[in-house]
């Protein structure tokens, strides 16, 4: 059994499993491991969130799983199940229509030369045998559920015709006629304005409920993960550093890293004009982890950082974290037993005789 089969405590179903991912790029300068050793799981109707920096690997981790890895990129090692059936190897085309993407920028999601209908008709027609006026009433049924005003109109539109905001729906509409049962969202609304991108987000909630999708949420922003995941991986340099609830990683982050990115949300910190980054950015992991390659960039770290890749320990249910201040044998945090440290207290409270009234 798999270690995320045995985490995962809720029934619902996993509907796509990824163990071990490693993606790697041949250019003639170096090679470089874009994603390295990633393992997660989505379950069915689930909302699991990717964060991290530019360069961290997300894209290519969403890319991995439709198999849109283009050369000099490989898929390495590792796998990748939808419904327990693996995908890497060629199997895609199988699974076509049960995922779907939505990238960042609308404008190169659609083709300018078609209407919005016409796109979202030649997707129904491929992955869901419809044509005619069923085709032409299912996008228009599409386009009302992603929030476009007067469907029937707008659909013979071309997507310049539409708005930003209004050309993602159109963008997200196309992904929902596969029929697909895991939408990945890779930087949905970066491209948007921030009163648009909160209607996005706010549609793709909806959506979930109704549609009874499931979601790979990418985006680099916490305050976005905050609104939209059930759970999070965060990632850096080709690796997952640390994964849980999303609840548990606010309240308890246990990464330095996931820390940092923590405090760049507005209005979690004291001065709000200046907010903390983590200086430096993201290395390209050229080859197999020897190191932390956060631990340049860390505030905790120690010596052995620089020598020791870090393992994933588990610090909570359902939460791992990949860092040598929660390895035991590296252990450079204060004691943390509640037991023997509230015993202590109590130790020092009789031996100095009273000194409370
Ligand atoms: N086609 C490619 N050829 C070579 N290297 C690539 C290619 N695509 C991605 N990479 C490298 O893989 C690494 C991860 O890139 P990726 O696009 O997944 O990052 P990301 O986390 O999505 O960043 P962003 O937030 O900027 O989108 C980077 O070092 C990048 O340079
Ligand atoms: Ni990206």
């Keep these: 059994m798999a270690p995320s089969d045995a985490a995962r405590t809720d029934g619902d179903e996993v509907l796509l499993e990824v163990e071990d991912l490693t993606t790697v790029f041949y250019t003639d300068k170096e090679t470089i491991h874009a994603v390295d050793g990633v393992s997660f799981s989505v379950a069915e109707g689930e909302t699991l969130g990717i964060v ?37 190897g060629g199997n895609w085309d199988d699974h076509r229509g049960d995922l779907s993407i939505v990238f960042q920028d609308p404008m190169n999601s659609l083709n300018p030369v078609y209407t919005v209908g016409n796109q979202i008709r030649e997707t129904l027609r491929i992955h869901q045998g419809l044509r005619g006026t069923a085709a032409r009433e299912e996008a228009v049924r599409l386009l009302e559920a992603v929030g476009i005003p007067d469907a029937r109109r707008r659909v ?42 909160a209607q ?8 979930q409920r109704e549609e009874d999708l ?19 991986n965060v990632m850096y340099a080709g690796e997952v550093v640390e994964s849980a609830a999303v609840d548990d990683l606010f309240e308890s982050p246990a990464h330095p890293y996931t820390r940092g990115l923590l405090a760049s949300i507005p209005g979690r910190t004291a001065a709000e004009d200046r907010l903390p980054t983590i200086e430096g950015e993201v290395p390209t992991p050229t080859g197999p982890p020897s190191d932390c390659r956060f631990a340049d960039r860390c505030p905790e770290a120690f010596d052995a950082c620089e020598d020791v890749h870090p393992e994933h320990v588990d610090v909570g249910s359902d939460h791992g974290v990949a860092c040598l201040l929660h390895e035991e044998a590296y252990d450079h945090s204060p004691p943390v037993d509640p037991a023997s440290g509230s015993a202590a207290v109590e130790g020092d409270a ?7 009234p």
């Design 52 to 88: 991290g920096e530019s360069g961290s690997g997300k894209s290519v981790t969403a890319r991995s799983v439709l198999g849109l890895v283009d050369s000099p990129g490989v898929i390495e090692s590792g796998s990748i199940r939808y419904r327990g059936d693996e995908l890497t």
């Design 156 to 197: 013979n539109e071309y997507p310049h015709q539409f708005s930003g905001g209004m050309r993602q729906r159109a963008v997200i509409a196309v992904a929902l006629a596969c029929d697909p049962d895991l939408l990945i969202c890779d930087e949905p609304t970066t491209a948007l304005d921030v009163t648009i991108q």
């Design 200 to 207: 996005i987000l706010e549609l793709l909630e909806d959506l």
């Design 214 to 232: 499931a979601i790979l949420f990418i985006t680099h922003d916490m305050g976005v993960i905050e609104e939209t995941a059930d759970r999070v």
């Design 350 to 356: 009789a031996a100095d005789g009273g000194d409370r």
